[in-house]
């Protein structure tokens, strides 16, 4: 076997996160964007396989690799929803990169900190890019490791006032609510989410919900002021948003997804609202028109994330110059 390179430097989580700050993080992102324009960075369908059995807990391993001219990388991941009753996180992983020329090993990253950060980011540029009013105040509803990770990179890279939380779990959004204290923002604890719709700017949804999580459109909450990152749903069976407001978006143009590629398959808010794909703008050409797409009346501006390998290929391009 041949030795990995003398400049291999496996990180852990926390080292993983040092290389990975969201601004930076974020215009890693755009880089990428023009990367998969231009044809030079591409991902092919990720793996999933079930692993495991009924009687120790399903399990899944996602294998995702992607390459531009410079590197490879395949993350592996592997999701046990029952880990925590074992003291265990569900998603454990991570992420190989190496020299797309010779193969050499050049990192080993913590896979649960770049799928983290990077989905963040994503969400972070979107909101640089297309929010018709990118500060003031951000409702997130969910209080997770998703939620935790967006409340960093919106107050890293936005002019963020004010957060209110919404969360099915209430100690955990009084955590995060702490959390966002130690940022140096302030934060609130809701319990409707109707009741701050009226002032906030930005809208983060980061759940497993099967059910929409948002009022609909003919609750009269809307305006095309706010922006929307749907980050939750990734299996059809989930759905955060609701259908009247997505086909607004949709109808609005205002209808935006990190990635086209695997979205019929993932995106569970938008199936389930039986949304045209045609009418859904991609983030690689979107970001291209984003003065004309803030500029744009008759809905909310809503953008879907369902995860794409290019956008942790960007995190190890960035970790690797570290």
């Known amino acids: 076997m041949t030795a990995p390179a003398a400049s291999f430097v496996p990180l852990d989580a926390a080292a993983t996160a040092a290389r990975l700050p969201y601004p930076e993080l974020a215009q890693a992102i755009a880089a990428m964007l023009a990367e998969l324009r231009d044809g030079t960075a591409m991902a092919p369908p990720r793996i999933a396989l079930p692993v495991g059995d009924a009687e120790r807990g399903h399990g899944t391993l996602l294998?995702?690799?992607?390459?531009?001219?410079?590197?490879?990388?395949?993350?592996?991941?592997?999701?046990?929803?029952?880990?925590?009753?074992?003291?265990?996180?569900?998603?454990?992983?991570?992420?190989?990169?190496?020299?797309?020329?010779?193969?050499?090993?050049?990192?080993?990253?913590?896979?649960?900190?770049?799928?983290?950060?990077?989905?963040?980011?994503?969400?972070?540029?979107?909101?640089?890019?297309?929010?018709?009013?990118?500060?003031?105040?951000?409702?997130?509803?969910?209080?997770?490791?998703?939620?935790?990770?967006?409340?960093?990179?919106f107050v890293a890279g936005l002019p963020v006032r004010k957060v209110w939380l919404h969360s099915r779990t209430r100690d955990k959004a009084e955590a995060l609510a702490e959390h966002a204290g130690r940022l140096g923002v302030s934060a609130t604890v809701i319990d409707d989410v109707a009741e701050v719709l009226p002032r906030v700017s930005m809208v983060v949804t980061v759940t497993s919900s099967r059910t929409p999580v948002l009022p609909d459109l003919d609750s009269g909450l809307w305006t095309d002021r706010?922006?929307?990152?749907?980050?939750?749903?990734?299996?059809?069976?989930?759905?955060?948003?609701?259908?009247?407001?997505?086909?607004?978006?949709?109808?609005?143009?205002?209808?935006?997804?990190?990635?086209?590629?695997?979205?019929?398959?993932?995106?569970?808010?938008?199936?389930?609202?039986?949304?045209?794909?045609?009418?859904?703008?991609?983030?690689?050409?979107?970001?291209?028109?984003?003065?004309?797409?803030?500029?744009?009346?008759?809905?909310?501006?809503?953008?879907?994330?369902?995860?794409?390998?290019?956008?942790?290929?960007?995190?190890?391009?960035?970790?690797?110059?570290?």
């Open 226 to 322: 706010h922006f929307i990152a749907a980050v939750g749903a990734f299996r059809p069976e989930m759905c955060e948003l609701p259908p009247r407001l997505c086909h607004a978006a949709a109808a609005s143009g205002r209808l935006l997804a990190d990635t086209l590629f695997g979205i019929e398959d993932e995106a569970g808010d938008l199936l389930q609202a039986g949304i045209d794909w045609q009418t859904v703008q991609p983030f690689e050409t979107a970001i291209l028109e984003a003065d004309a797409l803030r500029a744009r009346t008759g809905s909310p501006l809503v953008f879907k994330s369902v995860g794409y390998a290019l956008w942790d290929l960007a995190a190890c391009a960035l970790a690797s110059k570290k």
């Open 63 to 153: 294998v995702m690799p992607a390459r531009n001219r410079d590197i490879v990388m395949t993350k592996n991941i592997t999701v046990h929803p029952d880990n925590p009753q074992r003291g265990l996180p569900n998603i454990l992983g991570e992420v190989v990169v190496a020299n797309a020329h010779t193969g050499e090993r050049i990192a080993l990253l913590d896979g649960p900190t770049v799928t983290g950060r990077r989905t963040a980011a994503v969400s972070l540029l979107a909101a640089q890019s297309f929010a018709p009013v990118p500060d003031g105040e951000l409702l997130i509803v969910g209080a997770g490791v998703q939620a935790q990770t967006h409340l960093e990179a």
